[in-house]
C-alpha cells in the first residue's frame, strides 16, 4: 500500500524531470570536461538522443536504471503496489528503447546507453565515453 495519499503521489510524480537530470547533467559536464563538443536532444533522430555528435554519428542517452529497468541493478525494482500496472509501463519503455536503438542502427547512427547508476564512478564512465567517441577532435588547444 502506498504510505501517500493520490494526490500526493502524483504531484511527486509530475516533478520528475525528462530533461537536464542529475544523471544527465554529469555525463554532459564529463564529456564537456574531456574536450568533446556536442548537442542536445535532436528532435530528427529516434528517440530524442540526450547528446548527439553529428559529424561522429554517435548518440548517447543516459537511462534512469527505474524508468528502463537496467538489468541486475538494484535501482531496478518494481513497486508492490500496483505492481501489474509498473510491469506494463516498463515493459512499454523497454520495448521502445529497442525500437529506437534499431532505428539508429539502421540509420547508420551508433549508440551508448549511459545507465544513472554507471555516473558515480567518473574514471570507469570517463574510459566508456573515450572508448565509445574516440579521441576528442581538439584536446589541449585553446580554440576549440
Known amino acids: 500500500m502506498d504510505r501517500l495519499t493520490p494526490e500526493r503521489r502524483s504531484r511527486n510524480m509530475a ?8 544523471p ?29 555528435f553529428t559529424k561522429r554519428r554517435r548518440v ?3 537511462h534512469g536504471c527505474y524508468w528502463h529497468r537496467h538489468a541486475g541493478c538494484r535501482y531496478a525494482f518494481t513497486p508492490k503496489a500496483h ?4 510491469l506494463k509501463k516498463f515493459a512499454v519503455n523497454v520495448d521502445r528503447d529497442a525500437r529506437v536503438s534499431r532505428e539508429l542502427a539502421q540509420s547508420d547512427w551508433r549508440a551508448l ?11 570507469e564512465l570517463s574510459a566508456k565515453l573515450i572508448h565509445f567517441l574516440g579521441a576528442p577532435r581538439c584536446q589541449g588547444e585553446s580554440s576549440c
Open 15 to 22: 516533478r520528475i524531470g525528462s530533461r537536464d537530470t542529475a
Open 60 to 62: 548517447v542517452f543516459v
Open 83 to 86: 505492481a501489474d500496472f509498473w
Open 24 to 52: 544527465e547533467m554529469a555525463v554532459r559536464q564529463l564529456l564537456h570536461r574531456l574536450g568533446y563538443r556536442y548537442r542536445l536532444y535532436a528532435s530528427y533522430l529516434p528517440g530524442r538522443p540526450d547528446v548527439v
Open 113 to 123: 546507453i549511459i545507465w544513472s547508476c554507471e555516473t558515480r564512478d567518473v574514471n
